[in-house]
Every structure is written in structure tokens, then in C-alpha cells.
């Protein structure tokens, strides 16, 4: 699909578990189809956009997710082998719950991200999940993989130091609020950030009511993303 320049036959090599074929197209965005003649197994890729000098590069991952050291149900290294090998992700985060005694376990994901670090492949990337002082769930995202957690746990709670204050203006920090937990947009921690999750395993959280509208507990009208931009925050969407 698309403007492609693919012969029709072509075999896949899979260098470390993982197929790669290499594409220019025309324009975009393209899809790939293939099929397995022999047994009949088909598959199309995601869509992708391959002119033939790129400024931008489109990726794929997954921003949000838990490991056994919070609510998650696998290990941190079954989490980063399941995105680079299975999903075939670009990059994957795991931003486990900021809780008493989490220390340990960061230290283990800190183990498992550097061990997956593959370059021109997988990024993998760490953070953890926490509030702000209205109650809303926020993610915070690090740049490197050098960052010792206890050092952001141990901070007060209203100390502007802490996730969600300055720490998100230093350039070397991302916060990503979504609306888990929030009645109002009117934090002062959030205008400072430009990105909100409009999507997870709760539903969309765009505005109340809609199909596949979040189902998260603590839900409300005022905490989805249609109501803070209302709000007047400018907001580019996870």
C-alpha cells in the first residue's frame, strides 16, 4: 500500500530474533503486507513514512507501563524484551508507581533498561507515576537512564523540587499529567508541560462519555483533556 518501491519476493533475515526489511517510498504514509505462501500467515505493519532524506523519523512505543514492582504483572526485563522482541517497538517506558520501598526496585529497572539499550533499534526509557497537588496522576519521564530515584522520593511533598515543579522545566525531565484522579486542570504544576495521555487500558479520556470513554475509578468531567484545554493549556496528546 503506498507508493513503495519493493520487489514483490523478497526473504527477511532476522538478525537477533527480530525481522527488518529496508524501504524508500515516495510518499506516504505506507503500509507493508506480507505473506508466508508456505503456510499461508499474513501480516501488515503499522503505517510508516520513508521519503528519501528524512528530517523526521516515526517511531513507535509504549509510554505508560507498570512492572511487578507496583501494579504491573511481569518483570521489568520481561516488559523491555516483550516491546524490543514480540511488539517490535521502537522504545518502551516503564514508570512503575512512586510507593514506600520502590527504591529497590528502581534500581532493577534501572538494570534491565541499560541491558536492552540497543542502538538504532530499542530505547528504553524510565520514569515512574506519582501526583500532583490536585490529586492527578502524572507520569515523569528522565532523558538518560543515570537518574537514582531516591534522591526525587525522598524530596517533601511541596517542595518544588519534586516532579511536577521545577523539575519539569530543567529540559531533562518530561511530565505527562493524564486524567486519572483529576477534577480540575488548575494546578499550577501544569503549565509547564506541552503533552497530556488521551489513551491507556482505561479508555479515552478525550471528553466524558464518549465511545470508549475511560472507565478509571476516580474519572470526572473536569479531568479530561477537552476540559483543560478549555482551561487554556496547550497540550499535544500520548
Not at 503506498?2 to 533475515?13: E, I, Q, V, Y
Request: proline fraction near 7%.
Amino acid at each position: 500500500r503506498g507508493d513503495l518501491r519493493l520487489p514483490s519476493d523478497f526473504a527477511l533475515r532476522t538478525p537477533e530474533g527480530a525481522p527488518r526489511a529496508a524501504a524508500r517510498a515516495a510518499g506516504g504514509p505506507c503500509r507493508i503486507r506480507a505473506i508466508d505462501r508456505e503456510t499461508g500467515v499474513e501480516g501488515v505493519s503499522n503505517p510508516f513514512f520513508a521519503p528519501e532524506r528524512a528530517a523526521e523519523v516515526l517511531l513507535w512505543g509504549d509510554l505508560h507501563g507498570h512492572s511487578l514492582r507496583s501494579d504491573g504483572s511481569a518483570s521489568p526485563e520481561a516488559y523491555y524484551a516483550y516491546g524490543r522482541d514480540v511488539a517490535c517497538l521502537d522504545f518502551a517506558a516503564i514508570t512503575d508507581h512512586l510507593l514506600p520501598g520502590l527504591g529497590d526496585g528502581w534500581e532493577s529497572v534501572r538494570s534491565s533498561a541499560s541491558a536492552f539499550d540497543t542502538a538504532g533499534r530499542f530505547i528504553p526509557m524510565i520514569g515512574f507515576e506519582d501526583r500532583d497537588a490536585l490529586g492527578g496522576h502524572r507520569n515523569a519521564y528522565f532523558q538518560g537512564l543515570d537518574v537514582r530515584l531516591p534522591d526525587v522520593a525522598q524530596a517533601p511533598p511541596d517542595d518544588a523540587h519534586r516532579p511536577g515543579g521545577e523539575i519539569g522545566r530543567d529540559g531533562e525531565t518530561l511530565i505527562v499529567p493524564h486524567a486519572h484522579g483529576r477534577s480540575s486542570w488548575a494546578s499550577p504544576d501544569l503549565r509547564a508541560v506541552r503533552l497530556a495521555e488521551v489513551y491507556s487500558c482505561w479508555g479515552n479520556a478525550e471528553r466524558w462519555g464518549m465511545e470508549r470513554s475511560n472507565t478509571h475509578p476516580s474519572r470526572h468531567p473536569g479531568g479530561t483533556i477537552q476540559a483543560g484545554l478549555a482551561y487554556g493549556l496547550r497540550l499535544g496528546l500520548v
